[in-house]
């Protein structure tokens, strides 16, 4: 296992479409190293999701949290070729998201709250998720990495934009369903 280092904003691999992973190599040795190697860097770092291109990896593989298990611990996802179809056009949710890759910054934004996902997991079998609120708003962030968008990029008002400390201070930082969950980043 290793702790990888984290493309920042700036670098062109973020801004990549990335390829999808062949479903016949999601048991080798290399797809399997790459989501461990992700899982390590990602609670290093305190992140409530990570998407491949994030460590200089540009194909369509994300690990997602935000969910809770039955037992109240994390529940992670491994989501590989995902898919996300909007249920709800009309309801959107917003908060202060972050990134791994803007460390040190947040910027409000608003998305659909209620979306399906299909993808493959870790073993290589079908998932089907519908997920709503805070799981679903880390879901989409981390499905936009994969087509080169920031969450920058949604931004609309640039005054709910900035460095952490000054968000903290001048503005309502609360998610949708967890305040606490604002001090993670995707
Ligand atoms: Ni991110």
Redesign the pocket.
């Known amino acids: 296992m290793a702790i990888l280092k984290v493309a920042r904003m700036g670098h062109p691999v973020l801004r990549e479409t990335c390829r999808p992973i062949d479903p016949a190599k999601i048991a080798g040795p290399e797809v399997q190293r790459l989501i461990r190697d992700m899982l390590e860097t990602m609670f290093e770092y305190n992140?409530v999701?990570?998407?491949a291109p994030?460590v200089y990896t540009p194909v369509r593989l994300v690990i997602a949290g935000g969910e809770q298990r039955e037992d109240g611990g994390p529940l992670l996802r491994v989501l590989i070729n995902p898919e996300i179809t909007v249920l709800d056009e009309t309801r959107r949710e917003g908060m202060y998201?972050?990134?791994?890759?803007?460390p040190g910054w947040r910027g409000y934004v608003e998305r659909p709250a209620h979306i399906r996902v299909k993808a493959l997991d870790e073993a290589g079998k079908p998932l089907d998720l519908e997920l709503e609120g805070y799981p679903a708003i880390v879901m989409q962030?981390?499905c936009?990495?994969l087509d080169g968008i920031?969450?920058v990029d949604r931004v609309e008002d640039h005054s709910k934009l900035g460095f952490e400390e000054e968000i903290q201070r001048y503005h309502d930082l609360a998610a949708p369903d967890d305040a606490d969950d604002a001090d993670e980043?995707?």
Do not use: T
Request: glycine residues 16%; negative net charge.
């Open positions: 992140g999701g990570l998407a994030q998201e972050g990134c791994l890759s803007i962030h981390e936009d990495h920031l969450y980043d995707d």
